[in-house]
T-cell receptor
Framework: AQSVAQPEDQVNVAEGNPLTVKCTYS??????LFWYVQYPNRGLQFLLK??????LVKGSYGFEAEFNKSQTSFHLKKPSALVSDSALYFC???????????FGTGTRLQVFP | GAGVSQTPSNKVTEKGKYVELRCDPI?????LYWYRQSLGQGPEFLIY????????DSGLPNDRFFAVRPEGSVSTLKIQRTERGDSAVYLC?????????????FGPGTRLTVL
């Protein structure tokens, strides 16, 4: 069965510092991986995806993610955090047998001024 | 253009009642998905439509849950004999429908509270 894991419930970072939100995956075959962000009382917003190609994927709002096949990881990164980046972040993998997304449990990012 | 919309935004009902939740996907998107998100959890898949037909309903928890998409656009999730455990945010998403790498676009959700 395919799955993703987000080992950190919460990540705290000071504004202006780099941030990393971790995600590892377990799939058979090539993974299709996604990151979404959820602000309070709002739906999920797509940030970026890895399908194939370059291991470093660039997405919205200055976020990027690095696909690492040997470590089965897809960590989300940003060089300089903003207070407005504070939100709930979800990693997801697309099930190859259907089209559904399988989500991790989420990581709350808190950026302090 | 307009994104995915869901109505109502909030629904409070009593145990045992019937509820309908509506989803309007992005125009032209052939694939539509329903997910359920409980407090402190990631979204969990319920059902997926490709056009008018349910391509995968393996996530529906039991036969009290049913969804339709009669004209291949708007979808309605129907819950009979609601239980307190059904309380959650119900999310709808749509995509261009081609299997593989197309991202899903989510609506704001319907928060269902069963008293």
């Amino acid at each position: 069965a395919q799955s993703v894991a987000q080992p950190e419930d919460q990540v705290n970072v000071a504004e202006g510092n780099p941030l990393t939100v971790k995600c590892t995956y377990s799939v058979s075959g090539n993974p299709y991986l996604f990151w979404y962000v959820q602000y309070p009382n709002r739906g999920l917003q797509f940030l970026l995806k890895y399908i194939t190609g370059d291991n470093l994927v660039k997405g919205s709002y200055g976020f990027e993610a690095e696909f690492n096949k040997s470590q089965t990881s897809f960590h989300l990164k940003k060089p300089s955090a903003l207070v407005s980046d504070s939100a709930l972040y979800f990693c997801a993998v697309r099930d190859h047998n259907t089209d559904k997304l399988i989500f991790g449990t989420g990581t709350r990012l808190q950026v302090f001024p | 253009g307009a994104g995915v919309s869901q109505t109502p935004s909030n629904k409070v009902t009593e145990k045992g009642k019937y509820v309908e939740l509506r989803c309007d996907p992005i125009s032209g998107h052939t694939a539509l998905y329903w997910y359920r998100q409980s407090l402190g959890q990631g979204p969990e898949f319920l059902i997926y439509f490709q056009g008018t037909g349910a391509a995968d309903d393996s996530g529906l928890p039991n036969d009290r849950f049913f969804a339709v998409r009669p004209e291949g656009s708007v979808s309605t999730l129907k819950i009979q004999r609601t239980e307190r455990g059904d309380s959650a945010v119900y999310l709808c998403a749509s995509s261009s429908g081609l299997a593989g790498g197309h991202e899903q676009f989510f609506g704001p959700g319907t928060r269902l509270t069963v008293l």
